[in-house]
């Protein structure tokens, strides 16, 4: 099953398959998103720009974390 995570050091949405926790182009520690992966390709270019653009905030990060 694939997961979306977010890297905070580099700023980079991830697709992983399974719950990850290192970054695979950083090595520092992902969040895991809410974010389903249908949700996620279903966005278009611009959507998933304004994403990245709210998760490199850390309260907004923390809304979409999953608990």
Known sequence: MMYIHYCQSCCRIHILNGHKSV???CD?????LRLTYLEYIEMDREQR?????K?????DLALHQVP
């Open 23 to 25: 970054c695979p182009t």
């Open 28 to 32: 520092q520690k992902l969040t895991e």
């Open 49 to 53: 720009r304004l994403l990245q653009v």
């Open 55 to 59: 998760l490199a905030n850390p309260k």
